[in-house]
């Protein structure tokens, strides 16, 4: 009997033992959160005093103030170049307009340049041609602007000192072909009045009509009914 009972706990069949703890559940996890507890905190000690033994935070600390020094010496050369771009492109903006203002005065003067020529022109036929004490044409003139305009000038002179104020009146005739068959005109106006003392220089633009060519125009200074001076210009 005594052999039966030992070999059945020495077999499978062996009735179970349990091991009992004589502390309760919740003491022993408490216990175990202080025990985890007191290992981090002997862990990060020693993590910092070895940061503080190898001098990393010392480093790390003047690092971080060098490179906040770097990054406002960094903006204030930013700021600094942005200022002088934009001054420059003040600079260079101002320097264009007065670029197209110098041009465009150098365009008005050479426009005058070309109308004292044009006046030079007709002033030297201002001097006496002798004896004439009338009002007479000393230059006649016509150029063709395009196939349906044609532009004229007429000087008109008085050459004598204190010359009287002469009243009178200026006719303009064009004559040449339109189609190949004769043509003439006048002035659109009629004759253009005259009024002057010492000289007047009468220009105008006559429209064509179409297939219209101008070979010849003159000009007659007509005082009263007596003709004063005649003149004839040739295309």
Same mark, same amino acid.
């Given at each position: 009997?005594?052999?039966?009972?030992?070999?059945?706990?020495?077999?499978?069949?062996?009735?179970?033992?349990?091991?009992?703890?004589?502390?309760?559940?919740?003491?022993?996890?408490?216990?175990?959160?202080?025990?985890?507890?007191?290992?981090?905190?002997?862990?990060?000690?020693?993590?910092?005093?070895?940061?503080?033994?190898?001098?990393?935070?010392?480093?790390?600390?003047?690092?971080?103030?060098?490179?906040?020094?770097?990054?406002?010496?960094?903006?204030?050369?930013?700021?600094?170049?942005?200022?002088?771009?934009?001054?420059?492109?003040?600079?260079?903006?101002?320097?264009?307009?007065?670029?197209?203002?110098?041009?465009?005065?150098?365009?008005?003067?050479?426009?005058?340049?070309?109308?004292?020529?044009?006046?030079?022109?007709?002033?030297?036929?201002?001097?006496?041609?002798?004896?004439?004490?009338?009002?007479?044409?000393? *230059?006649? $003139? +016509?150029?063709?602007?395009?196939? @349906?305009? &044609?532009?004229?000038?007429?000087? !008109?002179? =008085?050459?004598?000192?204190?010359?009287?104020?002469?009243?009178?009146?200026?006719?303009?005739?064009?004559? *040449?072909? $339109? +189609?190949?068959?004769?043509?003439? @005109?006048? &002035?659109?106006?009629?004759?253009? !009045?005259? =009024?002057?003392?010492?000289?007047?220089?009468?220009?105008?633009?006559?429209?064509?009509?179409?297939?219209?060519?101008?070979?010849?125009?003159?000009?007659?200074?007509?005082?009263?009914?007596?003709?004063?001076? !005649?003149?004839?210009?040739?295309?």
């Amino acid at each position: 009997m005594k052999f039966r009972l030992f070999r059945r706990r020495l077999t499978i069949s062996s009735p179970r033992m349990a091991i009992r703890s004589h502390l309760p559940w919740p003491l022993r996890w408490i216990a175990g959160a202080v025990m985890l507890g007191f290992s981090a905190a002997i862990a990060l000690w020693a993590f910092e005093f070895g940061k503080g033994i190898a001098g990393l935070d010392t480093n790390a600390k003047e690092e971080l103030s060098l490179l906040r020094e770097e990054v406002d010496l960094l903006r204030a050369d930013r700021d600094k170049v942005q200022s002088i771009v934009n001054t420059s492109s003040s600079l260079l903006t101002a320097e264009k307009a007065a670029q197209e203002k110098m041009m465009a005065q150098i365009r008005q003067l050479e426009a005058d340049n070309r109308m004292l020529r044009d006046d030079l022109g007709f002033f030297e036929k201002l001097l006496p041609a002798g004896g004439v004490e009338s009002a007479s044409i000393r *230059g006649l $003139q +016509a150029e063709a602007l395009s196939e @349906a305009q &044609l532009k004229w000038q007429v000087l !008109v002179i =008085q050459p004598v000192k204190d010359a009287p104020v002469f009243n009178g009146k200026l006719e303009l005739t064009f004559s *040449g072909t $339109q +189609a190949g068959k004769p043509w003439m @005109a006048t &002035l659109p106006g009629g004759a253009q !009045v005259l =009024q002057f003392k010492q000289y007047r220089r009468i220009e105008g633009v006559l429209d064509l009509p179409p297939q219209a060519v101008v070979k010849t125009v003159t000009a007659k200074v007509v005082e009263g009914v007596a003709v004063r001076s !005649v003149q004839t210009f040739k295309l």
